[in-house]
């Protein structure tokens, strides 16, 4: 680990999300913060432990499919200690192609670290989407859990959707830090 307190891995198989991963790292450097990438498939999951935020990203491929990355890591992660941790999480999908399933790898992602205590921060309003299901919700449907993009149908929007997201995070950290 360097400086930084906050690393970004991310799981990608067309370099969508590492795209992301980039665009979201940038925003930090620019509130003065720096981020480390990592592919998930390049590191070992402790790496998780010796961060105080881990931005983790993932795809949903088709039908809720989980990115092959994180599946053959799926089991370890829930075995993670990460009660001081502060974890957001993003995810890529195609809220029209796959609208029963959009963006559900990100709750997959969630539920797998549930067991790890950590502090999850960064729910993303759902509003401005369109789509009929998502595993990525919260209960009410008002929010997805971390950040949704869809590079498909909506990209135009993602550049804004990443500024206002990261400055939320930084807000939302700031607050648990306090």
């Known amino acids: 680990m360097a400086n930084s307190s906050i690393a970004l891995i991310y799981g990608t198989d067309t370099n969508n999300t590492e795209e992301v991963g980039h665009k979201i790292a940038k925003q930090w450097e620019e509130l003065g913060e720096t981020v480390e990438l990592f592919d998930i498939k390049d590191i070992e999951p402790s790496l998780l432990e010796q961060y105080s935020m881990v931005i983790l990203g993932i795809p949903t491929w088709d039908f809720g499919g989980i990115q092959s990355d994180w599946e053959d890591i799926g089991d370890s ?14 995810g890529l999908g195609d809220q029209f192609g796959y609208g029963d399933y959009f963006v559900d790898a990100v709750g ?5 670290l549930l067991p790890t205590h950590a502090t999850f921060i960064g729910q993303w309003p759902t509003e401005g ?3 009929e299901a998502s595993r990525a919700c919260v209960i009410d449907k008002s929010h997805f859990i971390g950040l949704a993009i869809d590079e498909d149908q909506q990209f135009e929007l993602t550049d804004e959707r990443i500024e206002q997201w990261v400055i939320q995070l930084y807000a939302e950290r700031a607050v648990e830090a306090a």
Not at 77 to 90: D, F, K, P, R
Not at 108 to 112: A, D, H, I, V
């Open 77 to 90: 992660l829930s075995e993670l200690s990460l009660e001081n941790t502060t974890v957001a999480l993003y």
């Open 108 to 112: 997959w992602l969630y539920e797998k």
């Open 129 to 131: 989407y369109d789509f």
